[in-house]
T-cell receptor, first 116, second 114 residues
Framework: AQTVTQSQPEMSVQEAETVTLSCTYD???????LFWYKQPPSRQMILVIR????KQQNATENRFSVNFQKAAKSFSLKISDSQLGDAAMYFC?????????????WGAGTKLIIKP | NAGVTQTPKFRVLKTGQSMTLLCAQD?????MYWYRQDPGMGLRLIHY???????AKGEVPDGYNVSRLKKQNFLLGLESAAPSQTSVYFC?????????????FGNGTRLTVT
C-alpha cells in the first residue's frame, strides 16, 4: 500500500527567509502525481503545487518550488521569501494515475510558523 | 461562483444522535469525496462518488452512509454518532474530464460528539 510521510510536525522560519518542508512516500508504481496543499486557519484546503512523476523538471509556482527525487521517493517543498500569509498546515499527497477514482493518499501535515 | 459549500459549519451531537452533512458544488463535477481530518493525521477518505447515483467506500467508511441523488449534492450521514466521530469533515469535488484536474474543497464541518 502506498504511504506518505511528513516527518516534521512543525517548522518555523523568519519572515523573508527560505524554508523547506519534507515529504517522503512509498509506492511501487511509476505513474503518479504528487501534491502540496496548504491549509490556513480558515480550514480551506488550497492546492499549492503539483508534480507529475514522469516529468524530470521540478515544478515551480512563484515562491514555491519542489525538489522531486523519484529514486529516493522524496518530494520536498521550498518556500522562498517567506511571508506571514504562508503560515498554515502543509500537506503532501500522492495519487496513483492508474486509479480511475483518483483517490489521494495524504501525509499527516507540517505546521509552518512564520516569525515576524 | 460558490465552488464547494458545506453545511453546517459546526455541529455538536450527543452520542447516539443522527445527522446529515450536506455538500453542494456548482461546478458540474462528476467526482465527489468525503474526508475526515483528525489531529496528527492526514485526510482520510470516508466515501466517494464517481457520478450521480453511485457511491463507494473509502478508507474509513464504518459508521457513515452517503447518498448522491443529484449530481451537485453529496450527503454524509451519521446514523448513531459516537465520540470517535468527533472530527473535521471535508467535502471535495473534481472534474472527470482530465486525470490531472485538481480537487476543490469545501471549508469543512467541525463535528463534536459528546
Amino acid at each position: 500500500a502506498q504511504t506518505v510521510t511528513q516527518s516534521q510536525p512543525e517548522m518555523s522560519v523568519q519572515e523573508a527567509e527560505t524554508v523547506t518542508l519534507s515529504c517522503t512516500y512509498d509506492t511501487s508504481e511509476s505513474d503518479y502525481y504528487l501534491f502540496w496543499y496548504k491549509q490556513p486557519p480558515s480550514r480551506q484546503m488550497i492546492l499549492v503545487i503539483r508534480q507529475e512523476a514522469y516529468k524530470q523538471q521540478n515544478a515551480t509556482e512563484n515562491r514555491f518550488s519542489v525538489n522531486f527525487q523519484k529514486a529516493a521517493k522524496s518530494f520536498s517543498l521550498k518556500i522562498s521569501d517567506s511571508q506571514l500569509g504562508d503560515a498554515a498546515m502543509y500537506f503532501c499527497a500522492y495519487r496513483y494515475n492508474g486509479d480511475s477514482n483518483y483517490q489521494l493518499i495524504w501525509g499527516a501535515g507540517t505546521k509552518l510558523i512564520i516569525k515576524p | 461562483n460558490a465552488g464547494v459549500t458545506q453545511t453546517p459549519k459546526f455541529r455538536v451531537l450527543k452520542t447516539g444522535q443522527s445527522m446529515t452533512l450536506l455538500c453542494a458544488q456548482d461546478m458540474n463535477h462528476e467526482y465527489m469525496y468525503w474526508y475526515r481530518q483528525d489531529p496528527g493525521m492526514g485526510l482520510r477518505l470516508i466515501h466517494y462518488s464517481v457520478g450521480e447515483g453511485t457511491t463507494a467506500k473509502g478508507e474509513v467508511p464504518d459508521g457513515y452512509n452517503v447518498s448522491r441523488l443529484k449530481k451537485q449534492n453529496f450527503l454524509l450521514g451519521l446514523e448513531s454518532a459516537a465520540p470517535s466521530q468527533t472530527s473535521v469533515y471535508f467535502c471535495a469535488s473534481r472534474r472527470r474530464s482530465s486525470y490531472n484536474s485538481p480537487l476543490h474543497f469545501g471549508n469543512g464541518t467541525r463535528l463534536t460528539v459528546t
